[in-house]
């Protein structure tokens, strides 16, 4: 499948052979790290879970729209699941297209895309031992702003 | 000396081309009768008499071709040539005008719309629920409204909608949050459906929660089955809020059943699995 998640690492090169296309001239792909700083807090690791059910469908209905809106040859997204240290692969996404101007942006709108309507969520750790939802714990407290921003990890 | 006040008959508007629904939505079938069928007996139950509003290339199809008709005359296409070809028509009738796809409409709420009809306005409609804006396709148009409409359209108006914004209308509030739901893509049919079959269905029922992040958390496990009466997500949430006191407010999260995005307001029926989305934080 296109999207899909996975509880180990990342295997980019072969997931970038499923782009694989006589007539695509380029390739583009964006892999999201696991950073050291969030926000200004220090972090040591984090744990991603999925709905995993109804985000494998978003998923897909996200690859279709790019599929639809950029002439591009294939997409696909990979997630990763679980603890991940600092410097793991959280998200992979590679787009093969004719031309490289139209593989960029497909990327661009599938990651942007991903990260604000697939049902996954991040727990962040810190090094002074606090933990916490990313998007979930300060919006609590300021409810208006919930889906309006994000704190990036990648 | 006082106006005569204008007898009402009933116009269904039909002449749409369903682009979104992608077959014919007057014929859609609902507890086995179409939505045209529904739509003309309601109204056939309130007025003296119904007409079907018709674009004069849809005289020949089966569905409308056995009811009264109205074809468009004058103000082009949509509904807004419906309209003023009714009142053209009869223009000493004021006409209950509805839109064939409002499956929710019940007879309480077309007795409020003419109980509570102003004649001496140039219409009486029920303001949306989803936006709070009048809705032109569930309303009594008088008579007056003919040359106010005309010359709205001469000025290059198309919207009913923002004519009745402009103009002097009055707005009911309905007090059936649903009555007016539309019904424009086969998804949406697909639940209507279902709402409808399931109403007689009865209470408790048995629901499956299953629980992600900070929800999980707080509330202490991953999934539940639960025998409730809550029939909505939005009353479920109410019921499990009370019980966990979950830090995320109703507004900040979304909501699935049976695996994929739902509103708050779907009827659950038994043995529905939901979620509660917290806002979220991929890659």
Redesign the interface.
């Given at each position: 499948m296109p999207f899909r998640f996975t509880e180990t690492a990342i295997d980019t090169a072969a997931a970038r052979r499923e782009l694989l296309d006589r007539g695509a001239g380029g390739y583009v792909s964006f892999e999201g790290w696991v950073r050291d700083m969030n926000e200004g807090q220090e972090v040591t690791r984090l744990d991603y879970e999925a709905f995993q059910p109804l985000a494998v469908k978003e998923g897909e209905r996200i690859l279709a729209e790019a599929l639809h809106r950029f002439p591009i040859k294939h997409a696909a997204c990979i997630h990763r699941v679980g603890s991940l240290d600092l410097t793991d692969m959280a998200v992979w996404v590679g787009v093969s297209a004719a031309h490289r101007g139209e593989a960029f942006e497909a990327c661009r709108y599938i990651i942007d895309e991903v990260k604000h309507r697939v049902p996954i969520w991040k727990k962040e750790h810190y090094r002074n031992g606090d933990s916490g939802w990313v998007n979930c714990e300060r919006c609590a407290a300021a409810p208006r702003h919930s889906h309006d921003h994000e704190h990036d990890a990648a | 000396m006082t106006t005569a006040i204008a007898p009402v008959y009933g116009l269904i508007l039909a002449g749409g081309s369903s682009l979104r629904m992608r077959r014919d939505k007057a014929a859609l079938p609902y507890q086995g009768k179409s939505q045209l069928d529904r739509a003309f007996e309601l109204a056939s139950r309130h007025v003296v008499k119904v007409f079907v509003s018709v674009r004069a290339d849809q005289l020949t199809e089966p569905t409308r071709a056995h009811k009264p008709l109205i074809v468009d005359s004058v103000g082009g296409e949509g509904p807004l040539a419906g309209i003023r070809s009714a009142l053209q028509s009869y223009p000493d009738v004021a006409w209950l005008v509805l839109a064939r796809d409002l499956p929710f409409l019940s007879d309480a709420a077309l007795e409020r719309l003419l109980a509570d009809r102003d004649p001496n306005l140039l219409a009486t409609a029920y303001l949306s629920t989803h936006d709070g804006l009048p809705e032109p396709l569930c309303a009594v148009w008088e008579p007056a409204a003919a040359a106010a409409l005309a010359q709205y359209q001469s000025g290059g108006g198309r919207c009913p909608r923002k004519f009745m914004m402009n103009h002097p209308v009055r707005l009911l509030e309905p007090s059936d949050r649903h009555a007016l739901d539309n019904v424009n893509t086969p998804e949406e049919y697909a639940r209507a459906q279902e709402d409808l079959d399931s109403s007689a269905q009865t209470h408790p029922m048995r629901l499956k929660i299953?629980y992600?992040?900070?929800m999980r958390e707080q509330a202490g496990r991953s999934e539940e089955t639960l025998e409730t009466s809550s029939t909505t997500p939005e009353e479920l949430f109410s019921e499990l809020n009370a019980r966990y006191g979950f830090?995320?407010?109703r507004?900040?999260l979304k909501v699935?059943v049976n695996?994929?995005?739902s509103d708050w307001s779907k009827k659950l029926r038994a043995d529905d699995a939901v979620?509660f989305?917290?806002?979220?934080?991929?890659?």
């Open positions: - | 299953q992600f992040a900070l830090t995320l407010s507004e900040q699935a695996s994929e995005f979620v989305i917290p806002p979220v934080a991929g890659g």
